[in-house]
């Protein structure tokens, strides 16, 4: 079976410090990567995906297949970063199934 | 565009009452949809999903159900409900193509007193 690891719960950061956001990932097929975000009172939202190799807000993440991570990325840190961010996989199959970490809460502090 | 409409937003229910959670999705056809429960410190558990009318595959055993009636509508019911059933829960749907990802509702949060 398919797992997300998101191993930081809390990440708290200065602001404009870089950022990095660990995932690492365990399955059998050929995966589908994804970043969600869920600011305060929002719904979750897709952030970005590895499939489409895009920057969004600043920040970027490279499917790495030898160590099985994806780790999301930004040079500078913004106060409106803060929020809970998800590492998700897609299974391969029209009945895919998303798998989501743990989430992490990026803090950024002035 | 395609939106997705998730309805209470909040719920009280007292335990051992039915629930029904209504989800539907507008400006797409068949859609892949999904039931999330969201719990604090552990990410997002798959509850259900269905590729089509009817068609529903349930991922956790538990006290709830789901049913696909429309095309485009996707219902999480439960006949009694347990203090365990509270938590927030979240529709979502896909196009099942390779490349995207879901799209969720806004979700609700369910209080079983």
């Known amino acids: 079976a398919q797992r997300v690891t998101q191993p930081e719960k809390l990440l708290s950061v200065f602001k404009g410090a870089p950022v990095e956001l660990k995932c690492n990932y365990s399955y059998s097929g050929s995966p589908e990567l994804f970043w969600y975000v869920q600011y305060s009172r929002q719904r979750l939202q897709l952030l970005l995906r590895h499939i489409s190799r895009e920057s969004i807000k600043g920040f970027t993440a490279d499917l790495n297949k030898g160590e099985t991570s994806f780790h999301l990325k930004k040079p500078f840190a913004q106060e409106e970063d803060s929020a809970m961010y998800y590492c998700a996989l897609k299974t391969a199959g029209t009945a895919s199934k998303l798998t989501f970490g743990t989430g992490t809460r990026l803090q950024v502090t002035l | 565009s395609q939106t997705i409409h998730q309805w209470p937003a909040t719920l009280v229910q007292p335990v051992g009452s039915p629930l029904s959670l209504e989800c539907t999705v507008e400006g797409t056809s068949n859609p892949n949809l999904y039931w999330y429960r969201q719990a604090a410190g552990r990410g997002l558990q798959l509850l259900f999903y269905s590729v089509g009318i009817g068609q529903i595959s349930s991922e956790v055993p538990q006290n709830l159900s789901a049913s696909r009636p429309q095309d485009r509508q996707f219902i999480l019911s439960s006949k009694k409900l347990l203090l365990s059933d509270s938590g927030f829960y979240l529709c979502?749907?896909?196009?099942?193509?390779?490349?995207?990802?879901?799209?969720f509702g806004s979700g609700t949060r369910l209080t079983v007193v």
């Open positions: 979502a749907w896909s196009p099942g193509q390779v490349g995207y990802g879901y799209t």
